[in-house]
């Protein structure tokens, strides 16, 4: 039996990179996944190889309908959410002076507004039911900063106010709400905003004290740990997994 057996759970941006290392690693401790991604056809791949009734549903964060959508398929179907894990971000890296503001909506949209989308809708169906966990996936960028990234830190830096509000405010429906912050982490996201430039990943894995880049499945484990009723007296706090790149 593991440790989230027959739960229902939620992960946003489950389809590749981190999402999809938090929604296997729910799957395996023993729940059913609604596999939510902007892209459909790799939420559902993802769903079909996790088995266990998962389920892919395309999920647009940064529209409230569609999100709406979403949890009302999820809770039709199984009659609950117990977990709701928000993970779905993007990113595009400039000096701010440089950057554009149409980026700025985007990033904010996706990174901040996904996230208060989904809360908005998942916390009353968690409330009714007496129990939840909310993990939101922040980043060490929102405690720290991170040159290139100004936008993207104010959204996740938003991230972690807003987890620690919600965590007060749903504290008596016995709803647990905490921040997974990672630190850089070997993904399609990372390539993409330049960690596919050697001499520039190099320099940051001298910068680790563990020399290396996080792996997907080490923000699962401390997600799966979040998510479960072993953290049951755990609410509001925000976790690094950065390899020591960040301390608190």
């Not at 979040?226 to 608190?248: C, F, P, R």
């Given at each position: 039996m593991g440790r989230l057996q027959d739960k229902i759970a939620i992960v946003t941006g489950g389809g590749q990179g981190i999402g999809r290392g938090i929604a296997a690693k729910l799957a395996a401790e023993g729940a059913t996944v609604a596999v939510a991604d902007i892209n459909e056809s790799t939420a559902k791949e993802a769903a079909t190889t996790l088995g266990g009734g998962s389920v892919g549903i395309a999920t647009d964060v940064t529209s409230r309908e569609?999100?709406?959508?979403?949890v009302r398929q999820v809770h039709e179907a199984f009659g609950r959410i117990d977990v709701l894990v928000n993970n779905a971000?993007?990113?595009?890296i400039a000096p701010f002076t440089d950057s554009d503001p149409a980026?700025?909506?985007?990033?904010?949209?996706?990174?901040?507004?996904?996230?208060?989308?989904t809360c908005h809708a998942v916390l009353p169906v968690m409330a009714a039911q007496g129990h939840g966990k909310v993990v939101n996936i922040a980043s060490d960028a929102?405690?720290?900063?991170?040159?290139?990234?100004?936008v993207y830190s104010a959204a996740k830096g938003g991230i972690i106010a807003f987890t620690k509000t919600i965590a007060r405010e749903m504290a008596r429906q016995q709803i647990n709400c905490n921040c997974?912050?990672?630190?850089?982490?070997?993904?399609?996201l990372f390539a993409s905003i330049g960690g596919d430039d050697s001499r520039l990943r190099e320099a940051l894995i001298r910068s680790i004290p563990f020399r290396r880049l996080a792996q997907p499945e080490d923000l699962a484990n401390v997600v799966a740990f979040?998510?479960?009723?072993?953290?049951?007296?755990?609410?509001?706090?925000?976790?690094?997994?950065?390899?020591?790149?960040?301390?608190?």
């Open positions: 569609s999100v709406a959508t979403l971000g993007w990113d595009k980026d700025w909506d985007r990033i904010m949209h996706i990174n901040l507004y996904g996230v208060l989308h929102g405690r720290v900063g991170s040159s290139g990234e100004a997974v912050c990672p630190g850089p982490t070997d993904t399609p979040l998510a479960s009723d072993e953290a049951s007296y755990v609410t509001g706090q925000t976790v690094s997994v950065s390899g020591g790149l960040t301390m608190s």
